[in-house]
């Protein structure tokens, strides 16, 4: 999101940005435009920062340019501006419950009290990827004012040219399911090892494969089932459009975010999807999804079964997301929806 919003600041010539950027953005395209200064920084967590919110540097930056108004992408800040701030919330584990996690641990805790800390001390502006989101955050924050901006899709899913098509799947005459996502333990990617044995055992003739975007030491599978995977690695958002057209089937099986760019990349891509039946999912996807209870291998098996069978059925989700997607906001209309909050709340 970083990225995509930077690209378009220069189109707001009524304004002047400071971007601050850590070392972690290597790669980043830096805005275009004389109303745009990048300044590279590393935030340090010292005890002034911690108990204070304070950062001498940052803190210069607002002076010296005058800052009306910042945006932190996605929090929490350590650091609170001398000024309006509005402050982004991506933080699902703050809010819900992983269906799996029966017991959160002792050092997990503490974190996300650190977090929510955090948060309430920075800012009482915030902005969600996703509505449910929005409604439920103001019970954790307290008397905090709350937006929706989505997320969307990369922009070069609208760029065929920049498709790089590197990654060629071997040749296959059955069902391919895509999932594109890091092997973090709320994507839950594990679920499929019972998945393919469940659809080997009570649909023998049906032909799958499961593609994952990670290396197969980050996701171990039992010999006897490994013929069922494609492991591509790490891949470039280049790459991933060409990985869509070879899938027949998306499937996400996550079961705690507040946004994942995955849904609308397959709505994009006219991929069908199939996801866990959970509010946030739900949210997001509407009637564009093939949806089964969230840990329950068998029921993941069935929609999956049921999608790849039932053309007409995956026709119908197509369709529907590609009526969906166009209920996110896009590269544009998100940097405008951020700037013009930004006005509201400087001018409050």
């Known amino acids: 999101m ?33 109303n745009c200064k990048v300044i590279r920084y590393d935030f340090k967590d010292n005890l002034c920062t911690l108990l204070f919110g304070r950062d001498r540097f940052l803190d210069v930056l607002v002076e010296e340019y005058n800052v009306d ?20 919330f991506a933080r699902a584990q703050l809010l819900l ?10 050092e997990k805790r503490l974190l996300y009290r650190v977090w929510k800390w955090g948060f309430k001390k920075s800012s009482d502006t915030f902005f969600t990827e996703n509505q449910y989101i929005s409604d439920m955050l103001p019970r954790l924050l307290g008397n905090v004012k709350v937006y929706t901006v989505t997320n969307y899709y990369n922009q070069v899913f609208d760029n065929p040219d920049k498709w790089s098509r590197s990654i060629k799947l071997p040749e296959f005459e059955g069902i391919t399911m895509l999932s594109v996502s890091s092997t973090a333990s709320h994507k839950n990617l594990k679920i499929m090892i019972p998945v393919s044995e469940y659809l080997e055992q009570k649909h023998p003739d049906f032909q799958f494969r499961f593609v994952l ?7 171990p599978v039992p010999a006897s089932i490994r013929h069922h995977f494609v492991f591509v690695g790490k891949v470039d958002v280049s790459e991933c459009p060409n990985l869509y057209e070879q899938a027949d089937i998306m499937f996400m099986p996550t079961l705690l975010e507040c946004f994942t760019a995955t849904y609308p990349e397959a709505m994009r891509m006219d991929v069908p999807i199939v996801t866990t039946d959970l509010e946030f999912a739900r949210g997001l996807c509407e009637d564009a999804a093939c949806y089964y209870s969230a840990i329950d ?3 993941a098996a069935e929609a999956i079964y049921k999608v790849a069978t039932d053309k007409e059925y995956a026709s119908q989700l197509v369709t529907n997301g590609k009526e969906q997607v166009k209920k996110y906001d896009n590269y544009q209309q998100r940097a405008d929806k951020l700037i013009k ?8």
Not at 69 to 88: D, E, N, Y
Not at 97 to 106: G, M, T
Not at 213 to 219: F, G, Q, R, V
């Open 341 to 348: 909050i930004l006005e509201e709340i400087t001018n409050d």
């Open 297 to 299: 291998a068998e029921a």
């Open 213 to 219: 975007t990670c290396e197969e030491s980050a996701m």
């Open 2 to 34: 970083a990225n995509s919003i930077c690209t378009q600041l220069g189109t707001y010539r009524q304004h002047r940005f400071v971007v601050v950027l850590s070392s972690f953005f290597k790669e980043f395209e830096i805005p275009n435009g004389d």
């Open 69 to 88: 108004a910042v945006l932190t992408i996605f929090g929490p800040s350590r650091w609170k501006p001398r000024c309006k701030h509005l402050c982004g």
């Open 97 to 106: 419950k992983n269906p799996l996690q029966k017991e959160v641990s002792l």
